[in-house]
């Protein structure tokens, strides 16, 4: 039988349970992942108890509020509050979505939060996205064309237009690609989701001239193929988005222009 050997500080130990709020008679409970790489110890998970009737209604608010007034070391991400920037992107209760669109009535008990999965974590909720980024700029995510520029704008037909619903909305928060299992196993070379979304949405624009080139780029067999349809992608974006279909869209494109 294999023995398999978990990596250093992979065991997430207890953490500490913080005192309840004095005189509070609304409470939720939250279980936090805290990690400090530099600490040399491993991952634990604290306990807080926020005051429901001194606090917005989201998972974020909780979060902002055991960071202001319990314990302000709590390390994570948020910019907007409105589910446009994606900052606060996170694993909440078991499944990847944005904690300020996240509201805490939608748990009827205590509340898990941790950091997006398998990814490196620079600090407790805060995940190291370098990667992610560096893929999103591997597909040249802006206008190329090769006629030249018009006095006003370029423009495009209301039913060019609308081919890009559904895709120019994706806010990059990396919910889908964090939990794609084919993301997980081959995040190096295989671009994701949240990518491959952003690439269909350049491919598919009537005022882009360089079809064929991004198609060559996207053309490898990591970049595209390892996507096997498995579509917890399209369940826990926030925005409610379909990553897969333009997977789906983008390999047909492949195959169309092989036969052509």
């Given amino acids: 039988m ?3 050997t978990l990596p250093k500080n992979s065991r997430i130990m207890p953490g500490k349970t913080w005192s309840k709020p004095a005189g509070a008679t609304r409470l939720k409970e939250y279980r936090v992942y805290r990690y400090d790489p530099d600490s040399g110890e491993n991952p634990r998970l604290d306990t807080y108890f926020v005051d429901l009737d001194d606090c917005g209604p989201m998972v974020l608010d909780g979060l902002l509020w055991i960071k202001n007034k319990v314990d302000p070391t709590l390390t994570l991400r ?12 996170m694993n909440i209760g ?11 009535d939608d748990f009827a008990g ?19 996205l370098t990667t992610f980024y560096d893929q999103h700029r591997s597909i040249e995510p ?8 018009p006095e006003k704008e370029w423009l495009q037909s ?22 794609c299992p084919s993301y997980w196993w081959n995040g190096e070379k295989y671009l994701g989701p949240a990518v491959l979304l952003q690439a269909y949405r350049w491919l598919i624009d009537s ?4 079809t064929e080139e991004r198609l060559d780029n996207l053309e490898d067999p990591f970049k595209l193929y390892r996507c096997h349809t498995i579509m917890n992608c399209a369940k826990v974006c926030p925005k409610g988005l379909n990553p897969a279909k333009a997977i789906a869209e983008i390999k047909q494109m492949m195959v169309t222009r092989e036969f052509a």
Avoid at 78 to 89: A, F, K, V, Y
Avoid at 142 to 149: A, D, E, G, M, V
Avoid at 160 to 178: F, H, P, Q, V
């Fill in 110 to 128: 205590h509340i898990s939060v941790y950091p997006l999965p398998h990814m490196p974590v620079i600090k407790d909720l805060v995940p190291d």
């Fill in 142 to 149: 802006w206008l190329k064309t090769t006629t030249p520029t």
């Fill in 78 to 89: 948020r910019s907007c509050r409105e589910g446009i920037c994606g900052s606060c992107s």
């Fill in 207 to 210: 005022r882009d001239e360089a």
């Fill in 2 to 4: 294999a023995e398999l």
């Fill in 158 to 179: 209301r039913d060019d237009r609308a081919k890009l619903d559904g895709l120019y909305e994706c806010i990059l928060c990396a919910c889908c690609s964090t939990s």
């Fill in 94 to 104: 078991g499944a990847n979505t944005l904690a300020c669109t996240k509201g805490m």
